[in-house]
């Protein structure tokens, strides 16, 4: 079992920044890709940006350039910076782990971000 817990969202003004945590505990050995996903009211989530254990890095195209994934193994911590936030870019950030060795995915409990304009 994977526990993940997010902190770091909060109100901001359009513009701003923020930087997102999400700290892993439990049997984090075989972790794989870890991720954030993104749900705005009456949407879907939607994936915000992945990385693998090797490091390499995916982002939805409505953050690339603004956003940045990054992770420190050492301290089973996954980040994710917001640059330039839109007020398009509200919605409960959601942190996502897979261990591809057990099939298994987790997700945490979901932090907020609103961007006001």
């Known amino acids: 079992q994977v526990q993940l817990v997010e902190s770091g969202g909060g109100l901001v003004q359009a513009g701003g920044s923020l930087r997102l945590s999400c700290a892993a505990s439990g049997s984090v050995f075989r972790i794989n890709t870890m991720g954030w996903y993104r749900q705005a009211p009456g949407k879907q989530r939607e994936l915000v940006a992945t990385i693998s254990s090797a490091g390499s890095t995916n982002y939805a195209d409505s953050v690339k350039g603004r956003f940045t994934i990054s992770r420190d193994n050492a301290k089973n911590t996954l980040y994710l910076q917001m640059n330039s936030l839109k007020p398009e870019d509200t919605a409960v950030y959601y942190c996502?782990?897979?261990?591809?060795?057990?099939?298994?995915?987790?997700w945490g409990q979901g932090t907020q971000v609103t961007v006001s304009s």
């Open positions: 996502y782990a897979n261990r591809a060795y057990y099939k298994d995915n987790y």
